[in-house]
C-alpha cells in the first residue's frame, strides 16, 4: 500500500510504501463495531448509583384506607410508580460493562481503520512534525495550511511543544502510536501521521 507523503502546504510529494497487512487490509465493518464499541464500553466507569424502595427516605404508613376512596390502593410512598420512590431495578454502581477482544481481533481493527482512511485518501504522512515553542495558534496554522479541519495526528514522538500547542485544539488530537484507538480514529476521520509513526506502527500490527 502506497501513503501519501504531503510537506507544509498540503501537496503530494512522494509516496511511502508501507505494509499491507497493516495499511492495505480488507474493511470489515462488524468487526471494526466490536473493536469501537469495545474500547467505549472498557472506558465506561460503573458511577451510576440509585436507590431501591427499601433505600429511600420514606413513611411505611398507608397512605390512606385500602376502599372506598375511588383512588387505586396503595401500600407505602415508596412504591417504584411513586414520585420519590425506590426504582424498580437500580443501578448498584458496582456493573461491569466491560468488553473482552482478543488481542488479535483488536489489532486486526485498527488496520481495516487505518487501511480504509489510506484507500480514501484521509491518511498522510509527514517527514517529521515538530512545533520550535508551545504556541496554540503556530500548530493551527499549520494544520490549516495542510488542508486538515478534523485531524487526529500520530507522532513517533510527543514532545511538550508538540503536546501543550494541541491540548487546546478541540479539532486536533496528537498521540503516540501505542495510544492510537478506534474510537479516535473513527471520530476524526483524517489521520496525520510521521514516517517513523508509520514504522511503529507496522511492528505493532
Same mark, same amino acid.
Given at each position: *500500500?502506497?501513503?501519501?507523503?504531503?510537506?507544509? #502546504?498540503?501537496? #503530494?510529494?512522494?509516496?511511502?510504501?508501507?505494509?499491507?497487512?497493516?495499511?492495505?487490509?480488507?474493511? !470489515?465493518?462488524?468487526?471494526?463495531? #466490536?473493536?469501537?464499541?469495545?474500547?467505549?464500553? !472498557?472506558?465506561?466507569?460503573?458511577?451510576?448509583? #440509585?436507590?431501591?424502595?427499601?433505600?429511600?427516605?420514606?413513611?411505611?404508613?398507608?397512605?390512606?384506607?385500602?376502599?372506598?376512596?375511588?383512588?387505586?390502593?396503595?401500600? *407505602?410512598?415508596?412504591?417504584?410508580?411513586?414520585?420519590?420512590?425506590?426504582?424498580?431495578?437500580?443501578?448498584?454502581?458496582?456493573? !461491569?460493562?466491560?468488553?473482552?477482544?482478543?488481542?488479535?481481533?483488536?489489532?486486526?481493527?485498527?488496520?481495516?481503520?487505518?487501511?480504509?482512511?489510506?484507500?480514501?485518501?484521509?491518511?498522510?504522512?509527514?517527514?517529521?512534525?515538530?512545533?520550535?515553542?508551545?504556541?496554540?495558534?503556530?500548530?493551527?496554522?499549520?494544520?490549516?495550511? *495542510?488542508?486538515?479541519?478534523?485531524?487526529?495526528?500520530?507522532?513517533?514522538?510527543?514532545?511538550?511543544?508538540?503536546?501543550?500547542?494541541?491540548?487546546?485544539?478541540? !479539532?486536533?488530537?496528537?498521540?503516540?502510536?501505542?495510544?492510537?484507538?478506534?474510537?479516535?480514529?473513527?471520530?476524526?476521520?483524517?489521520?496525520?501521521?510521521?514516517?517513523?509513526?508509520?514504522?511503529?506502527?507496522?511492528?505493532?500490527?
Amino acid at each position: *500500500m502506497d501513503l501519501m507523503i504531503i510537506n507544509d #502546504q498540503g501537496q #503530494q510529494t512522494a509516496s511511502l510504501s508501507a505494509s499491507d497487512e497493516t495499511f492495505g487490509r480488507e474493511y !470489515n465493518e462488524a468487526l471494526v463495531h #466490536q473493536v469501537v464499541t469495545a474500547f467505549m464500553a !472498557n472506558a465506561r466507569s460503573a458511577s451510576s448509583k #440509585q436507590k431501591d424502595r427499601e433505600e429511600v427516605r420514606h413513611s411505611t404508613k398507608k397512605p390512606w384506607r385500602q376502599k372506598g376512596t375511588g383512588r387505586a390502593r396503595s401500600g *407505602m410512598t415508596s412504591s417504584p410508580i411513586w414520585r420519590g420512590g425506590g426504582r424498580t431495578f437500580p443501578n448498584t454502581g458496582e456493573e !461491569n460493562y466491560a468488553h473482552k477482544v482478543n488481542r488479535k481481533m483488536y489489532r486486526a481493527g485498527i488496520s481495516a481503520i487505518l487501511s480504509q482512511l489510506a484507500r480514501e485518501g484521509r491518511l498522510k504522512v509527514v517527514d517529521s512534525l515538530g512545533i520550535d515553542a508551545p504556541k496554540t495558534k503556530v500548530l493551527a496554522q499549520k494544520v490549516k495550511s *495542510m488542508g486538515f479541519d478534523k485531524v487526529m495526528i500520530i507522532a513517533d514522538s510527543v514532545d511538550d511543544n508538540l503536546w501543550l500547542s494541541s491540548r487546546n485544539l478541540s !479539532n486536533v488530537y496528537v498521540v503516540e502510536p501505542h495510544q492510537a484507538d478506534p474510537w479516535s480514529l473513527v471520530k476524526f476521520g483524517n489521520v496525520l501521521m510521521t514516517k517513523d509513526a508509520v514504522k511503529q506502527l507496522e511492528e505493532m500490527l
